[in-house]
């Protein structure tokens, strides 16, 4: 287990490096996108705004506060569940460039196969950590998609060493909330098993 | 300024520490489960999370960026000299809410698929009321429904011989996959009835309760007890990267059943379990009860 601090737009070198249970800290462009940007861009085949060649795609659906100039401020931004955007994030990958996926929680098999393919990760951030993930956000150089509403649209949010960010799913396809999963079904037979005999309250 | 007002200003109040300070009960239990998850991943989440909920505080900023569906389970006197306009005043301290803390969006209408942008909507903030006769007093719990937590969330109706064990093993096969992704430590609801509404709802209310507090039911607290033992076997760890504990609590809430059947249902309130409880007199002299020690 390493800790890496790395510069985005990031190389398939930078990204080949990293292993499940790394921990990283990026600095660079991140950009908000759920499952509506998620959704144009894979089911609806619309170019993402953004070029994301090289940056990170954020989970997220954060707080925003408008400044009196018209610019803005993040209040919160957290993780949300990745798992959400199973069905969509390879070809996201593949359509924009992106290496590197932020969120909580896993993600699965159609993921882990477009990490390999094009050569990125996805992330965990402390879920519910808003606060100081938006301590790490230096500046918000924009917004696209404002029409599906503030936790949907895309944020482009300028971050300094933003983490920590712990490597759940490498690009040799390793995948840890996987491995975690499998652990946890082993142990739970026997415990459910114990519990259930003391439960037979039917007279 | 009239009394409406009043009122209305202070479950605005009410409503933005929540979603900034979490309930004196779960912030003791997890000082308790951090000293344990002292390795690995789980250390450096746990401390994570202690230091957001300090910004949070210091910054005047909710503390998940996820301040949820906002629903109220109002316990009402009859004799509450509001009570007619409680339903409004509650919306109205929604609206006023979401501008002071701010909170997030959260309120997207179905079928016309459009975010209101305000928190408020078809039904919703959601108010679950229970008549208390003959007091002049309100008790408003409100509970911060965020998305990661709400999708764990399931209602089954299984046949008696499934008995108990069928939910035991319904509760675990849901809690070792998708609570994965709930930010735990979560507090478990668990709700036991004859029908699936029943039980979703009971289960709702179960995680109104205090962490480490018992079903008076014996055999109830007992099952409380066990589920919790077996669920921190599993050690699910915060965030589900793994550790020695994997639930902040079970609370188990029950109504009798029909004979034909047993229904489960079961809700998780993720680590930042944003619940809020609150009574209210006719003066409107209140007392902050989930948060010893506030003035709001
Ligand atoms: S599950 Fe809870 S802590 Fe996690 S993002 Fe959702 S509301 Fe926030």
Known sequence: MSTYELTMPVSDEDIKKLKVGDV????????????DVHHRVVKQGKKFPVDIKGKAIFHAGPIMKQNDDGSYKVVSVGPTTSMRMESAQAEFLAKTGCKIIIGKGGMGPKTTQGCIDNVAV???????????????????????????GMPEAAWILEAEKFGPLIVSIDSEGNNLIDENKVLFAERKGPVVERIAKKLDFLE | MDKREELTGLLSSFICHASSH???DVVARLKQMKEVENEGFA??????????????DELKRPSCQDTGVIQFFVKVGTKFPYMDELADILKDAVLKATKEAPLRHNAVEVFDEKNTGNNTGYRIPWIDWDLVPGRDDIEVYLYMAGGGCSLPGFAKVLMPLEGYEGVVKAVFDQMTTYGVNACPPCLVGIGIAGSAEVAAKLSKKALLRPVGSHNPNPRAAMMEEEIEKGLNEIGLGPGGLRGKLSVMGVNIEQA?????????????????????????????????????????
């Not at chain 1, 990283?24 to 499952?35: A, E, L, P």
């Not at chain 1, 950590?129 to 029409?147: F, H, M, Q, R, Y």
């Not at chain 2, 809700?267 to 020690?293: M, P, Q, V």
């Open chain 2, 256 to 296: 009798a059943r029909h004979p034909a059947t047993i229904a489960v249902g079961m809700n998780t309130a993720c680590w930042a379990h944003r619940r809020a409880g609150i009574r209210i007199g006719s003066d409107l002299s209140y007392e902050f009860f989930t948060h010893k020690g506030v003035t709001l």
């Open chain 2, 43 to 56: 250390a450096t989440i746990y401390d994570a999370m202690f230091e957001n909920l300090k910004l949070a």
């Open chain 1, 122 to 148: 996805h992330t965990i951030f402390p879920g519910g950590c808003a606060v100081i993930a938006a301590e790490e956000v230096t500046k918000v150089s924009g917004v696209e998609w404002l029409d599906l």
């Open chain 2, 22 to 24: 979490l309930p004196d």
């Open chain 1, 24 to 35: 990283i800290f990026i600095t660079g462009t991140i950009v908000t996108g759920r499952d």
